[in-house]
């Protein structure tokens, strides 16, 4: 599914994640389809990783399809519960995972960022999913750390339904430690902004999952 350059071209959050596994950034991001199957060559990493490279992992729920609509259930208007993600061909060196879910549509501030859906870091590397319905809170009991927009919690799609539906993109990210960024003590986008610089040169992995919803 192809996402018009006119609403991503200036976004920081995209450029902060192409910059987390130090690729050039493009336009449009990284292919919003489900990527290759497992086995499927991996892309070499440039500058300080050079060397490494970053393995095309799969990662699905059973909510929606890749690039289908998401249900009220996960939504704003609806029970805005998180949903349950699963993913797969993980890299050996993952020691943990960082899921960032962000709509592309919905420029914030200057129209230089995105709006921030749900930030999930130092997921443990052992972790194959998310169950649905992850709890409030900055730190969840596993260790992993939240963020949203809107404070420690999932926070649902909610885009108006005057328009086209919006692009929600969830994008996993296998590195090979943990990230030394504190849940609380910074305002959403900081907190954001703390975690993409820390993942610079230490992602291992990726994979992209997509969901489109509007109010009905």
Do not use: C
Request: charged share 15%.
């Amino acid at each position: 599914m192809r996402i018009p350059r006119s609403r991503i071209g200036l976004g920081i959050a995209v450029l902060a994640l192409a910059a987390a596994i130090d690729l050039p950034a493009q336009s449009p991001p990284a292919p919003l389809a489900q990527p290759p199957a497992p086995g499927a060559p991996s892309a070499p990493q440039r500058g300080p990783g050079r060397g490494r490279s970053v393995q095309v992992m799969t990662l699905t729920s059973a909510a929606w399809p890749d690039g289908g609509p998401i249900p009220a259930k996960y939504a704003q208007p609806g029970g805005e519960v998180s949903p349950p993600l699963a993913w797969s061909n993980v890299p050996e060196t993952a020691a943990s995972f960082v899921l960032v879910v962000h709509d592309l549509d919905a420029a914030t501030g200057a129209g230089t960022d995105d709006t921030l859906h749900w930030l999930v870091w130092n997921i443990p590397g052992a972790a194959r999913s998310l169950a649905e319905a992850v709890p409030q809170g900055a730190v969840l009991p596993d260790g992993s750390r939240q963020i949203s927009a809107t404070g420690p919690v999932y926070r649902g799609p909610a885009a108006p339904s005057s328009g086209p539906p919006h692009h929600y993109v969830f994008e996993l990210f296998a590195l090979d430690g943990m990230l030394d960024v504190p849940a609380v003590g910074a305002a959403p986008s900081q907190t954001r902004a703390a975690v993409m610089t820390a993942m610079a040169g230490r992602v291992r992995g990726k994979a992209v999952y997509t969901g489109l919803y509007r109010r009905p």
